[in-house]
Nanobody, 115 residues
Framework: QVQLVESGGGLVQPGGSLRLSCAASGLTFSLYAMNWYRQAPGKERDLVATIARWGDTNYADSVKGRFTISRDNAKTTVYLQMNSLKPEDTAVYYC?????????WGQGTQVTVSS
């Protein structure tokens, strides 16, 4: 079955950086677009970034120019490099893949931006 395991979250000061990783298994990774979502307390889960199977990327306006999504098909891993972090980036970050009519999620990793 499809499994997604996120890592790399933590506590960082405003202006700092973090790199999230999502290790995928149980799927032919190179065939699918991969997504990062985030959910802040009391808010809906929002799409942050997407990387297509061929590498094209899209970002939410709130993170453009600060976040970079990338993938390593050999390692079946997708990354989210987050720079110039702001307190409003505080959230649980989730990896996601959509296969047919199903949507698969990781367990999430907490990112807290605070001084």
């Amino acid at each position: 079955q499809v499994q997604l395991v996120e890592s790399g979250g933590g506590l960082v000061q405003p202006g700092g950086s973090l790199r999230l990783s999502c290790a995928a298994s149980g799927l032919t990774f190179s065939l699918y677009a991969m997504n990062w979502y985030r959910q802040a307390p009391g808010k809906e889960r929002d799409l942050v970034a997407t990387i297509a199977r061929w590498g094209d990327t899209n970002y939410a306006d709130s993170v453009k120019g600060r976040f970079t999504i990338s993938r390593d098909n050999a390692k079946t891993t997708v990354y989210l490099q987050m720079n110039s972090l702001k307190p409003e980036d505080t959230a649980v970050y989730y990896c996601n893949v959509k296969i047919g009519g199903n949507s698969y999620w990781g367990q999430g990793t907490q990112v807290t931006v605070s001084s």
